[in-house]
């Protein structure tokens, strides 16, 4: 069954700690996204892979960094962490044929 | 830019009526607009719900329904009949296939669904 896994589900990150969310897709797609969520607003694109090894710049980079291993692996990185940064954030992975499908998001809370 | 505009915050409807919620888009850059909801519920991941890549199409799924209407950019979500497992986080989404094959979505906000027996 396709799936894209989050780990951790939640978190709790001091200011200026670095966190990282790790995401691991089982789907065989090329493609892996992360987007974050504020509280009613909509998902936006931070960073997103089309190939291991090889990250692009989404609408909203800054603060990110993201890492892609493997074809698998996905993770976002939160070098000093900040308050702002506190959000559900998701992961995807898609190909061309397939609309993304999403993992079930990691609530990131930065006091 | 582009944008997607949905109805906002929480809808209440009770179980066996009838619901709609809207969804309008708009676009300056995706030359052919794909129209996506995803759901979220409790605990749980964004599903797809439907997606329309057509305009004039309909899509549907779990007795969910929702037309591509290219003239008024609209892609409306509706249900004869809301159930209480239908409770859930609706997002409306607007989506470009680059030629490179990744996905651009644009998203809105997310409307809180509850079904009250």
């Known amino acids: 069954e396709a799936a894209v896994t989050q780990s951790p589900r939640s978190k709790v990150a001091v200011t200026g700690g670095k966190v990282t969310l790790s995401c691991h897709q089982t789907?065989?797609?090329?493609?892996m996204y992360w987007y974050r969520q504020d509280t009613g607003h909509g998902l936006r694109l931070i960073h997103y892979?089309?190939?291991?090894?090889?990250?692009e710049k989404g609408d909203i980079p800054d603060g990110y960094k993201a890492s892609r291993p493997s074809q698998e692996n996905f993770s976002l990185i939160l070098e000093l962490a900040s308050l702002s940064q506190t959000a559900v954030y998701f992961c995807a992975s898609s190909d061309r044929n397939q609309a993304p499908l999403f993992g079930e998001g990691t609530r990131l809370s930065v006091l | 830019g582009d944008s997607v505009t949905q109805t906002e915050g929480q809808v209440t409807v009770s179980e066996s009526k009838s619901l709609i919620i809207n969804c309008t888009y708009s676009?300056?850059?995706?030359?052919?607009?794909?129209l996506f909801w995803y759901v979220r519920y409790p605990g749980e991941g964004l599903q797809l719900l439907l997606k329309?890549?057509?305009?004039?199409q309909k899509g549907s799924s779990r007795g969910f329904e929702a037309t591509y209407n290219k003239e008024t950019t609209s892609f409306h979500l509706q249900k004869a009949s809301v159930q209480e497992s239908d409770s859930a986080v609706y997002y409306c989404a607007l989506g470009d296939l680059r030629s490179s094959g990744s996905w651009q979505l644009i998203f809105g906000s997310g409307t809180q669904l509850t079904v009250m027996p």
């Open positions: 892979s089309y190939v291991a090894d090889s990250t």
């Open positions: 789907n065989n797609h090329d493609y």
């Open positions: 676009t300056t850059s995706i030359a052919y607009p794909n």
């Open positions: 329309v890549i057509t305009a004039g």
